[in-house]
């Protein structure tokens, strides 16, 4: 369908935005009909609010006595059989789908492509989106039902994507489980005046959403629709970086299940800091309800602060792993709840008039994103279940050091390298606990440790030995 200039110049001009028409006439009419196309797809309604919120909005602080920690489950053994008892009967049911947050490039890593596609495991190089495929495969297989996958790229990344599942025939898994769609864009902001930024003559200066904006695009694909068409009323939210995250954890399910615990709507995994400037989110417990708060938000006399034990009180590392249900996600899709987030970059133009390239040597843009953790204060009860960093936190973020290609693969041999040791293999380690051998274990062989019992493993792995199963 063609998209009106006058209904497009009718919208721009109710919002002071009118300076983007301003090289229409000098365009082809292909580009043109492009740019119109890219205009209506622009909540131009809302611009005016958020240009008037955030355009001199300065970084949040939160009052002392509004904060205290999150409260937080630690699944002792029992516990723990019970909630996966629970848990497994959800999912046994279909009530799960899997949902990777998956728009990111490699760029950072010195990869070329999107990063679901970097290398990840330490022996055979599978790529991320291959673990996650096998983790989703071998779940479907145990409790016997199809998990469906649903996989938000972005603009940047999605034809890169689609070819790389279509070329690995969607590694084994039915197309039909697999849907994949791209996350929504914002306009970038001129940081002085709130005017929209040209990209270019006929394109506007737009940036990802955030990972908040994944439940507006999961209504928007039509994902929404077809979970509950399927019966689907439970989502496993991860993102795609950290390869040893369990994405269908029967416990986590439980316990988003239990009515003494949760009101079902939207629960989270967290990590123990391991130092008070870990540059991480932390839940905390703000006026009744949970929320997350950002590393830089914290005070830093919170960020120390200990108890009788000697333990940080504000700990709870946030991971960016949750479970939603579908209602919450479709309530909050529809009605726009989460609050945006501004970032002062810089952002690449051109003058509207003359169409001229302007390189910016400061930050010159706005750019808006929301956060998916921005909808636990909207949650009745929220809860955060603790989890061990060694047995599902492992991100590749950064191209060295932490958060890297190298920890995250020597994070994966010691988890499987304690899964042998459970299972009497010797197992040899350097002075700082490390596993020296380079181990790799497919969810396909086994989920955890106790899936290993009564299968042929070797006796002993030394430095510089090679194990796949």
Not at 28 to 57: C, G, H, K, M
Not at 247 to 270: N, Q, T, Y
Not at 356 to 368: A, C, R, S, T, V
């Amino acid at each position: 369908m063609s998209v009106d200039y006058n209904t497009i110049k009718g919208q721009l001009e109710a919002c002071g935005q009118q300076h983007l028409l301003k090289c229409y006439d000098d365009l082809e009419s292909s580009s043109q009909s492009t740019f119109l196309d890219q205009l209506s797809r622009i909540p131009w309604d809302s611009i005016p609010s958020l240009v008037e919120q955030y355009l001199n909005a300065q970084s949040c602080s939160l009052p002392r006595g509004d904060v205290a920690p999150a409260e937080v489950t630690i699944a002792d053994p029992e516990t723990a059989a019970e909630l996966a008892s629970r848990g497994e009967e959800i999912i046994r049911a279909g009530r799960v789908a899997a949902f990777t947050v998956a728009g990111g490039q490699g760029t950072r890593l010195g990869w070329t492509g999107p990063k679901g596609t970097y290398p990840a495991t330490p022996v055979s190089g599978k790529p991320l989106f291959r673990v996650f495929a096998e983790q989703i495969e071998a779940a479907s297989r145990r409790w016997d039902t199809p998990i469906r996958w649903y996989i938000m790229t972005s603009e940047a990344n999605d034809a890169a994507t689609r070819s790389f599942f279509a070329d690995n025939n969607w590694f084994g898994l039915p197309r039909t489980q697999i849907m994949l769609f791209p996350q929504g864009m914002m306009p970038c902001l001129d940081a002085s005046d709130g005017k929209v930024l040209m990209e270019s003559p006929g394109c506007v200066a737009m940036s990802p959403d955030g990972h908040g904006g994944s439940l507006g695009a999961l209504r928007r694909s039509g994902a929404i629709e077809q979970m509950e068409m399927l019966g689907i009323d439970t989502i496993s939210y991860f993102q795609i970086d950290n390869p040893i995250a369990p994405v269908i954890d029967p416990v986590f399910i439980g316990l988003h299940a239990d009515p003494e615990r949760s009101s079902g709507e939207m629960s989270s995994k967290m990590v123990p800091k391991i130092r008070p400037d870990e540059k991480v989110g932390v839940f905390c417990t703000v006026g009744g309800h949970t929320e997350v708060i950002e590393y830089s938000d914290l005070p830093s006399s919170l960020q120390s602060e200990t108890d009788a034990e000697g333990r940080l009180r504000y700990d709870a590392g946030n991971i960016a792993v949750h479970l939603l249900s579908v209602p919450f996600a479709k309530r909050l899709s529809e009605q726009n709840e989460l609050p945006w987030h501004r970032a002062v970059k810089k952002v690449p133009c051109c003058d509207p008039t003359t169409g001229q390239e302007l390189i910016p040597e400061e930050p010159n843009g706005i750019k808006l994103e929301q956060f998916i953790f921005d909808a636990l204060p909207l949650a009745g009860r929220s809860a955060t279940l603790e989890v061990a960093r060694s047995r599902e936190f492992a991100p590749i973020k950064n191209a060295t050091g932490t958060d890297s290609p190298e920890s995250c693969r020597q994070a994966q041999c010691d988890l499987y390298g304690q899964w042998l040791e459970d299972n009497g293999v010797v197992v040899e380690r350097d002075a700082d606990g490390h596993v020296l051998a380079s181990i790799e274990i497919s969810p396909l062989t086994a989920m955890h440790s106790g899936d290993l019992a009564g299968q042929e493993l070797p006796a002993r792995l030394d430095q510089g030995d090679r194990l796949v199963l």
